[in-house]
């Protein structure tokens, strides 16, 4: 259970661009059921109370953010994003370097993930918060994992009995995860999300089963399959 002197933060990297999504807009500000999608994401992050506040990282170009009227929240935090995810949530946590301790608990959640379960969040929160590393939201592979060689051909059937796709919030102690991204920088090594910066320390975060319909937008049919999802979650009370 979160200890009473824990404190937690979250950091929303949202500087990217989106090419994927094959328009000009930033995919986070695309139209989702009325809204844009960083608002659906932002207002359910503010539902969760234990947020001391939440950080978002945007593009210094980004001529958007004014529309989301979550940022008018004094719970939300503008810092500016970088070249690349890792760069826009170190710049996150920079922002907070005066507002923290050392083991206060950050949560990175992707802003193009807006179908985020509040009871998702509060578990990985008590869960993660009894766990020495921390953990992150995944859920495990339900389908036949095939390896490609170079031609393109299948060149062995992978064994999927302990595989997971990686999701988030992903959670961790704010002194581990900025040395974990610091180091990775440094040493130029990839990065594709925050619990492979913390792995390269040596340490071993938990998973935590999380909801399938907790998709990332990433390209243009993936929006009428978030919008089915966040209309479900509304009529069962789930969100």
């Known amino acids: 259970m979160p200890l009473a002197t824990d404190q937690y933060w979250c950091v929303v990297p949202a500087a990217g661009v989106g090419k994927r999504m094959g328009v000009n807009t930033p995919k986070q500000y695309l139209p989702l059921a009325g809204q844009p999608i960083a608002e659906h994401t932002l207002n359910t992050l ?6 001391s506040g939440i950080v978002v990282a945007l593009s210094e170009e980004d001529a958007y953010w004014q529309q989301c009227s979550a940022f008018k929240s004094p719970r939300i935090l503008r810092c500016m994003g970088g070249a690349e995810r890792y760069h826009s949530v170190l710049n996150g946590l920079l ?6 301790q050392p083991n206060d608990w950050i949560l990175v959640h992707d802003v193009a993930r807006p179908c985020v379960r509040v009871s998702d969040i509060q578990r990985l929160i008590t869960q993660a918060s009894e766990h020495p590393v921390g953990g992150i939201l995944a859920t495990p592979v339900r389908d036949t994992m095939k390896r490609a060689n170079r031609a393109g051909e299948i060149s062995e059937t992978v064994d999927r009995s302990n595989l997971w796709h990686a999701l988030t919030p992903q959670m961790f102690r704010y002194a581990v995860l900025r040395d974990a991204i610091e180091q990775g920088l440094s040493q130029h090594r990839p990065m ?9 320390l040596g340490l071993h975060p938990l998973l935590i089963e999380g909801s399938v319909d907790n998709i990332k937008i990433t390209h243009p049919q993936d929006l009428p399959l978030a919008a089915l999802f966040l209309q479900q979650q509304q009529a069962q009370g789930q969100q």
């Open 95 to 100: 922002a907070l370097e005066d507002k923290v």
């Open 46 to 51: 503010l539902r969760v109370s234990l947020f």
């Open 192 to 200: 594709t999300d925050e619990a492979s910066a913390v792995e390269a």
